[in-house]
Nanobody, 123 residues
């Protein structure tokens, strides 16, 4: 399994970024995917997920501001982030979402993690 996130950067509060993540080595089109983030000193958390059929869920902290989408033909998942806040700053990762994983802090997870992308939001 290889996962690599792109698109992070430095943005002012209120700005937008679009992250993308390519996934190989998994049956992408039938796999629930999600975006996780981890800030320094904090636990990794699931903030957005999308089912194989396109149903989406979001953590309360990002609901209404973030949009997750997927392109199965490209084995790619996206995260459109609008109205960014300083508290959104973190390293963002994509990965599969186990059925046992609720929105929020990451539970037991044995899968590999790919390279994340740093999002920095200035106030």
């Amino acid at each position: 399994v290889q996962l690599q996130a792109f698109g992070g950067g430095l943005v002012q509060a209120g700005g937008s970024l679009r992250l993308s993540c390519s996934a190989t080595g998994i049956a992408f089109s039938i796999t629930r995917m999600g975006w996780y983030r981890q800030d320094t000193g904090k636990e990794r958390e699931l903030v957005a997920r999308i089912s194989s059929t396109g149903s989406t869920d979001y953590a309360d902290s990002v609901k209404g501001r973030f949009t997750i989408s997927r392109d199965n033909a490209k084995n790619t998942v996206y995260l459109q982030m609008n109205s960014l806040k300083p508290e959104d700053a973190a390293v963002y990762y994509c990965n599969v979402v186990p059925h046992s994983q609720a929105m929020g802090v990451l539970g037991p997870f044995n899968g590999p993690w790919g390279k994340g992308t740093q999002v920095t939001v200035s106030s």
